[in-house]
Each structure stands twice: as structure tokens, then as C-alpha cells.
């Protein structure tokens, strides 16, 4: 059969007999019409699949097939090769090692195009077979990269957003200087990607030859971005603004908080703190997304016995429980997980946090404003006037909040509230080393917890992995554990986790109720290592153990456990 009217790709499928002459003719008129792929064109006529084109390049051409999915797209060169060409040419960059590029293709038939990066880059390229479907994703995430120019990377969609200061819409007439049309869609951009992306906190950083911006993803800082140096002041200013701040005062720590109205139905707050460092001030915004916190206490990670003993306390009429754990341990979300719970009709319950994280409906939720006077004490004081059946204070920070917190407890209320300590058994002494004498401490709290997160391995890509007995040993793991009947998984990297092996967290807990036995030793004087000889004797699963029987289960990976938590 003739073949001259085709060439390249769609020319060796049809010689080697995979493609009917006539349909790789249609399709490589349609590619040539429209300015679209043959290769796209082709998976999408289901005339062949992704997989079975790459594997037909691969071997007719003689070049590695790369699985994309595997791949982590933080290090890819992005200076190499001009957006264009990687969108227009349906390929990607992967690295440069001394002067070649490697460059990941579904067609590496593309010859000038290919003659073209080498004359404009001088490196010579390697080419690296890769699934079409995939491609398409990862060139998407290339191409959304923050760091293009401004005003190409913001869609007219992101013009749409609306902005606020979490009070009321602000006027742009209002905002001349920064109200700067590329700068508006950039913001509306980063935050809308790190909200998709599943991040918890936003970096703004200036450094004194470059400007960086950072998401939190399941705990872990990555890099998404670097824009002109030129903009962080305006980015600065806009953010400010929107954020009710001081946008003339750059010389102090300012704090602030903006709403991103995505809908009717939809809006998500940002937390947004300013530092002046020695290149310009550091941003970072908390995002405070409610619709995506999970206050299902059966999702939280909990172990059976843990579970039932929080119930067991959080149902008592009066006491404290005391939620303990660093920053970003989601202390906030197992404090709601457990109002919810106790959220009737015949309950009043009421909140004073720093700030509100979740809007839970029929809680009344306080704001603690330290500039306006309204601390956590003064707000403690106020619920006491209000009828309170269960009470929640963000944190307990100093003696005074302490006090009325566990005066509270005694006189017939519910009292939630947190702490930042290492562990369940330090809590208490941390309480005493604010000044509560040992008597009110062991007759008000019911329960301590203290709280990490892990992050999850990704259940589409997690394989085991083979970990010497000598090491398990080590990582807390007793003897007759490992009796074959369990196998550790790692991670791997797909297209489902974006390469990183991991996808979401799960809690560990280390739940310690205050027993008979415990109150006498607090009474007694006991310090925290000798609590914590007792709750162990008295079966508490401690952070490490909590986190070991989740490497069982294969949830997580030893290393991520080892990480997080201390032995």
C-alpha cells in the first residue's frame, strides 16, 4: 500500500502493519488541519492506546520507554525550552546532564522540531518515549508553573474570583496601586492552585536574588515557583491590602486575614502573617478551608481501644480533655471531630480560638482579638455569664487561661482546649510548671492526647519493601511482631500522588486517660517520666507504637514514622 501521502510516526505504524493506510491518512490530515497531535489524535480515535504507541516507538526507534507517572516533576529544567514549543511540540524537558537534554516525547519523529531545541539551547537531545496520556497531564502541570509571565498564566476564569477581606467585598477603584491587573490574576492563581493541590499553608519568600513561593502539601514544604524579583512588592501590597493590613509599614510583624469567594456556595479563608526579613517580608497565608476538613472521628486514624476511650471522656458531664502536639498536627481538626459528636440541640456549646479554623454550625465561635482585648481568659470569663455546657479554648497559653479553664471544669462544664508539649505525660507537668497546683490539675482532667500527623502511602503505587529484622528491632518493633505474618510497604510515585509516593495523612495518637492510680501519683508530686512509667504499665500505646501498627497495616512507610516520631 502506498504511503506517500504520511510520514513519520503514522508512515511506520502503517508499514508495520498496526494502522489501516486510510485511518492513519485521516488522521494525520486531521493533526495537520487542526495543529493537533497525530499521536493525541490517535488515542483518542481508540484505534490504539497510549501504552501501545509508546511501546511501538520505543522499540521501532530504539529509544527508552520512561513511565512518567514515576516521575517527580520538582526538578525539572524550566529555563531549557520556551513554553510554546513544549506545548505545540507535546513534550517535556526532563534533565540536562553535561550537554545533552533529555527530552520525554510520544512522537520521536518530530525531527526539526527536534533540530530546532538543539540549535536554540546547543545541547544535543536525548529522546525518552513516554505515554501520550500522560504527557498531556505532566506538560499541563509544566506549563501551569507560576513562575511564566504574569499575565499568560492566569486564565480570564481567575479574573472572576472575587477577594476579600473577609468582611466585605473591597472596591478596586479603592486600591490603585495594587490593583495591578497580571498581580491580581498571579494571587488569585497561586491560591486557587494551592487549594486544588491540597496545601495548608502558602510561602511568599524574598531573598536578595530571587523571589520563591512555597506550598505545605502533607506537611512537607515544595517549591512551586520563583517570579520576578521585581514583583514581590507589589504581591506584598496586594495581599495586604486584601488582608486589611498596613500596606505603608513594612518595618513590623503584621497579621491579617482575606476570604476567596471560588462560589455561590464556596469560600475559603486565609490566616496571612507578614515578616520583614533583610530582602522584603516573608508571607505566609494559612488556608483555612472548612469543606475540606473530615470530622468523621472514624477517619482520624484512631485505634479501636483509643477510640472507645476518647468517647468514653468526651461523653462525661465536666472535665477537661487537653489535646496536646507541634503546629500542624491537627490538634483543631480531632478538638471539632469530638464537638461534633456532642453538637444537639440541647447543648450550648461555645469556642474561643486564634484563629476560628472551622465553621461548624450551631457552635458559637469566638475570634480572640489580642489587640482589642479579647484574650482567651476574657472570653473564657464571658462564656462562664453565657450558660455554657461544653466549652473550647484554642489554647492554653499562660496561667490565667489555665485557671479559669479548670475552675470551669470543676463547676459542672465540658472543657476542650490544647497544648504544646511533646508528649501526653508532659502535659501535666506542663500545667504544673504554670503554676496550677497539683489538686486542681488531677481532679479536673479526664484525658490527654497527644497527637502527629503521617503521611499516607498512596494506595495506587505502595510496594513492599524488605527491611532487615535488626532495623525494625531498632525502630521499636518487639521480637515476636515480626513473625511473617505482616510485610512493610514504601513509596513509589505515580500520576495519582504527582511522584511523591504519598497522598494524604493519617493520625497517630498516643491517648492517656487519668486514672485512680495517676491522680494519686500527680497528687504525690510525680514528674512526667514517672506518668509515663504508670500509663505504660497501665497499657497506653505511646506516639511510636501507635505509629509502628500503622507500618503493620501498611498505611505508612517506617521511614515517614521514624520521622515524626521520637523513640
Not at 462560589?263 to 494559612?286: C, N, Q, W
Amino acid at each position: 500500500m502506498s504511503t506517500a501521502s504520511i510520514s513519520g510516526l503514522a508512515r511506520a505504524l502503517v508499514q508495520n502493519e498496526r494502522l489501516a493506510t486510510a485511518d492513519a491518512e485521516a488522521l494525520f490530515k486531521q493533526a495537520q488541519t487542526t495543529r493537533v497531535s497525530f499521536v493525541e489524535l490517535l488515542v483518542q480515535s481508540k484505534k490504539m492506546s497510549a501504552i501501545e504507541v509508546a511501546v511501538f516507538a520505543a522499540n521501532m526507534f530504539g529509544l527508552p520507554l520512561l513511565d512518567l507517572a514515576a516521575l517527580s516533576q520538582d526538578g525539572l529544567p524550566r529555563n531549557l525550552v520556551d513554553d510554546d514549543t513544549v506545548n505545540n511540540g507535546r513534550l517535556l524537558p526532563l534533565y540536562k546532564r553535561g550537554n545533552k537534554l533529555f527530552i520525554a516525547t510520544s512522537d520521536p519523529t518530530q525531527a526539526t522540531l527536534f533540530h530546532t531545541i538543539t540549535f536554540k539551547t546547543g545541547l544535543s537531545i536525548d529522546l525518552v518515549v513516554v505515554e501520550d496520556d500522560k504527557l498531556a497531564r505532566a506538560i499541563g502541570r509544566y506549563a501551569s508553573n507560576p513562575s511564566k509571565v504574569l499575565n499568560d498564566l492566569a486564565g480570564d476564569e481567575f479574573g472572576e474570583l472575587q477577594l476579600t477581606d473577609g468582611d466585605a467585598q473591597l472596591e478596586s477603584d479603592s486600591l490603585p496601586d495594587v490593583d495591578d491587573a497580571p498581580v491580581v490574576k498571579f494571587v488569585n492563581k497561586v491560591l486557587m492552585d494551592a487549594i486544588n493541590g491540597g496545601a495548608s499553608d502558602i510561602h511568599f519568600e524574598p531573598y536578595e536574588k530571587f523571589f520563591r513561593i512555597r506550598y505545605r502539601v502533607d506537611g512537607i514544604l515544595k517549591e512551586i515557583a520563583q517570579p520576578p524579583l521585581a514583583i514581590r512588592e507589589k504581591l506584598a501590597s496586594r495581599i495586604k491590602v486584601v488582608s486589611k493590613m498596613d500596606i505603608s509599614e513594612r518595618r513590623v510583624p503584621q497579621d491579617g486575614r482575606l476570604k476567596l469567594v471560588i462560589s455561590k456556595h464556596r469560600a475559603v479563608d486565609f490566616r496571612v502573617s507578614t515578616l520583614p526579613t533583610l530582602y522584603g517580608e516573608k508571607i505566609v497565608m494559612r488556608i483555612l478551608d472548612s469543606s475540606a476538613a473530615s470530622l468523621d472521628i472514624e477517619q482520624l486514624g484512631f485505634e479501636p481501644e483509643q477510640k472507645e476511650m476518647l468517647l468514653r471522656a468526651i461523653e462525661r458531664p465536666y472535665g477537661m480533655v487537653l489535646v496536646t502536639g507541634p503546629t500542624g498536627s491537627g490538634k483543631t481538626v480531632s478538638l471539632y471531630s469530638c464537638l461534633n459528636i456532642l453538637n444537639q440541640p440541647d447543648s450550648n456549646i461555645s469556642t474561643a480560638e486564634d484563629p476560628v479554623e472551622i465553621n461548624l454550625p450551631g457552635i458559637n465561635q469566638v475570634n480572640v482579638n489580642e489587640k482589642a482585648g479579647l484574650t482567651f481568659a476574657s472570653a473564657l470569663r464571658a462564656f462562664l455569664r453565657q450558660d455554657p455546657d461544653i466549652i473550647m479554648v484554642g489554647e492554653i497559653r499562660d496561667f490565667e487561661t489555665a485557671d479559669i479553664s479548670i475552675k470551669a471544669a470543676q463547676t459542672g462544664h465540658m472543657v476542650f482546649s490544647t497544648l504544646h508539649t511533646n508528649n501526653a505525660p508532659a502535659t501535666l507537668t506542663r500545667l504544673l510548671n504554670m503554676g496550677v497546683a497539683p489538686f486542681n490539675v488531677a481532679s479536673s482532667v479526664l484525658l490527654i492526647m497527644a497527637q502527629r500527623l503521617a503521611r499516607r502511602l498512596c494506595p495506587h503505587c505502595k510496594a513492599p519493601v524488605d527491611i532487615p529484622e535488626p532495623a525494625l528491632l531498632r525502630a521499636g518493633f518487639r521480637k515476636e511482631e515480626l513473625d511473617g505474618s505482616w510485610q512493610p510497604h514504601g513509596p513509589v510515585g505515580c500520576e495519582e500522588c504527582r511522584g511523591s509516593g504519598y497522598k494524604g495523612r493519617v493520625g497517630i495518637y498516643e491517648v492517656m486517660p487519668i486514672t485512680d492510680a495517676m491522680v494519686r501519683l500527680i497528687m504525690s508530686g510525680g514528674n512526667a517520666m514517672d506518668i509515663a512509667d504508670l500509663a505504660r504499665q497501665e497499657g497506653m500505646v505511646d506516639l511510636r507504637h501507635a505509629g509502628l501498627l500503622k507500618v503493620k497495616r501498611g498505611l505508612t512507610s517506617l521511614t515517614e514514622i521514624e520521622a515524626v516520631t521520637n523513640e
